[in-house]
């Protein structure tokens, strides 16, 4: 069973940054991908940005040059770099893993909270 648990969600201004964290139980190098998503309120979820195990990146529109992922192996960890941030970006962020034995093939975490203030 996976756990990935995010911190690092909190009230910032607009053009202000937050950092978020995913630790992962066990080695992030076996998920075919790891990426961050976030739901509104009222809005579906939708995709922030997706790593793929092959080195591919893909941010969504709305967040490219704004938003920065990394990942650190040893530490079975994701980050996201939000700077910039708008008002728009005030959503429930979720770190997801994609991998054959997560259910549909997503495992997700709790979410954590970001909210922007203009």
């Known amino acids: 069973q996976v756990q990935l648990v995010e911190s690092g969600g909190g009230l910032v201004q607009a053009g202000g940054s937050l950092r978020l964290s995913c630790a992962a139980s066990?080695?992030?190098?076996?998920?075919?991908?790891m990426g961050w998503y976030r739901q509104a309120p009222g809005k579906q979820r939708e995709l922030v940005v997706l790593s793929t195990s092959g080195g591919s990146i893909n941010y969504a529109d709305s967040v490219k040059s704004r938003f920065t992922i990394s990942r650190d192996n040893a530490k079975n960890s994701v980050y996201l770099q939000m700077n910039s941030l708008k008002p728009e970006d005030t959503a429930v962020y979720y770190c997801n893993a994609k991998w054959l034995f997560c259910k549909r093939g997503d495992c997700w975490g709790q979410g954590t909270q970001v909210t922007v203030s203009s």
């Open positions: 066990g080695s992030i190098g076996r998920f075919d991908a």
